[in-house]
């Protein structure tokens, strides 16, 4: 987003040591607080805020042919500011917020051979604008709100979440 307060859907790639290319433009509605992940040597890109509210579509973009596709729709409620990790072969989309901006806690996982999702267990709470990492086949979602902070981690294999030691909360203030 500019700071005049257009968004835009252009694209660039970077290649060091300190190169810029442009490539095709994102056709997709225009949003902030998108999410992405990555398959495969492929970006995937979807939720977000657009003009008319809440977002839940999903866009696959290949670099080897600088081209985008559009992919199947998130089933679940739209979302803007979502999480999103890779585990695997399959990408994940968790928590956000709805139109009514209030906090997610849903989890889904996204299949790019079916091109399906498949709704996986939900967080024991909600949460949104959540920074992550995975470590040995597990994710770590970590958020820190103006009452704190939270870690949650997800084992795919157990489809389970656990609450993890988050960071002092004195550190946030």
Known sequence: QTDNGDTLVDLFEYSPPDTWTEKAVFPGAKRV?????TL???AYVGMGHGASGPLNDLWAYDPA???WMQRASL?????????AFSIGANGYIA???DENEASLNDLWSYDPVA???TARASMPSGMWNASTFVVND???????FYMGSALWNYDPVADQWSPRTAMADDYWQ
């Open 75 to 83: 089933p679940g409620p739209a979302r803007a500011m979502a999480a």
């Open 65 to 67: 042919s600088n081209s």
């Open 138 to 144: 597990e994710a770590y979602l970590v958020a820190s």
């Open 33 to 37: 607080g998108a999410t992405v992940f």
């Open 95 to 97: 928590a956000g917020q």
């Open 40 to 42: 495969s040597g492929k």
């Open 115 to 117: 091109d399906a999702w």
